[in-house]
């Protein structure tokens, strides 16, 4: 097994940065795990829960530690970077939990020192909800975590193995793949329920009182943070134009069916929808399956090793 890291610095103690450092404690990710962020009082609320065994400023965090995770907003990530280089270690690996990598791929590699590198990773775990108050040491079980670069790239390995502790299975894709894919299965997602959560203020009175299942599923992601979404869907708007593009299209030949009343068409509409999402979906069903079934792996939700970029794994 691969060793855990001596300290890791987590920067940030939002949902993703607080239940990465209570999981990192509690399953021995780290020997020491140090955090930071702007407000005082979730640092005093990390340390009083066992979230952290250290508490600091930013500087003062990433002082000798072999791990950095920057768990701040996306956009204020090259600021944090700046702002740490001169403090980090040698040989320090920083890494992240944006949505977006593109952009951090071509920005956050020239601001460190000689001896630190980075590779971005991207935990799709997380909620509607928002905030340390909110974090949990497994929110990470099960879920995927994208690590953009390389598999033969340096740290690559142990990263991916700090991880999987956590409890993430880990899929590896190149930074402008990365930010592709998840346009289709994340990001579109999202801004499709905000739009339709936006539209509801045309909805006659008194509609949410018949209001079900469907509708809560639908729009539970649309009880995101605003601004977080806003600074995702900005930072990923190159790669989000195509599957934008794609939904309009099939959403114009269903509405042309559905007015013209013909059944038929409007069925094989949906069919066709059905059949594509079975398609997509069923990656995700075979690796679950392969998961369950790989002998000698005693946590099912815990890869025994990291997926090819050949892979699509969502």
């Known amino acids: 097994m691969t060793a855990p890291f001596e300290r890791l610095a987590v920067l940030g103690l939002g949902l993703l940065g607080g239940s990465l450092a209570m999981a990192a404690r509690q399953r021995g990710a780290a020997r ?9 009082d979730v640092l005093e609320r990390a340390l009083a829960c066992g979230a952290l065994d250290e508490a600091c400023g930013y500087e003062q965090a990433v002082r000798g530690a072999d791990l950095v995770v920057l768990a701040t907003p996306l956009a204020a990530m090259p600021e944090v970077v700046a702002r740490i280089a001169p403090a980090l270690a040698e040989g320090a690996l920083v890494t992240d939990v944006g949505s977006v990598k593109g952009p951090l791929a071509e920005t956050l590699p020239g601001l460190l020192p000689p001896g630190a ?28 975590c994208i690590v953009t670069a390389d598999p033969g ?36 997602p999202h801004l499709l ?33 605003p601004g977080l979404w806003a600074d995702i869907l900005t930072a990923n708007r190159k790669s989000l134009a195509a599957p934008l593009q794609a939904v309009a299209a099939a959403l114009a030949d269903l509405s042309r069916a559905v007015e013209a009343g013909d059944a038929g068409a409007t069925g094989r509409s949906l069919a066709a929808a059905r059949a594509a999402l079975c398609r997509a979906s069923g990656p995700l069903r075979r690796a679950t399956s392969a998961r369950r079934q790989r002998p000698g792996n005693p946590r099912p939700d815990v890869p025994a090793g990291a997926r090819s970029d050949k892979e699509f794994d969502e």
């Open 153 to 188: 790239a340096a740290g690559v390995e142990r990263l991916a193995a700090f991880w999987s502790r956590l409890g993430a299975r880990i899929v590896l894709r190149e930074p402008g793949a990365h930010d592709e894919q998840v346009a289709w299965m994340s990001h579109v």
């Open 32 to 40: 020491r795990v140090v955090g930071a962020t702007r407000r005082r």
């Open 193 to 225: 329920a905000f739009a339709f959560a936006r539209a509801l203020e045309r909805a006659p009175e008194g509609s949410a009182d018949v209001a079900g299942p469907g509708f809560r599923d639908f729009t539970r992601i649309a009880r995101g943070d």
């Open 117 to 144: 590198r980075y590779l971005g990773s991207h935990p799709m775990a997380g909620s509607h909800e928002s905030g340390f108050e909110h974090a949990r040491a497994e929110l990470f079980d099960g879920s995927v």
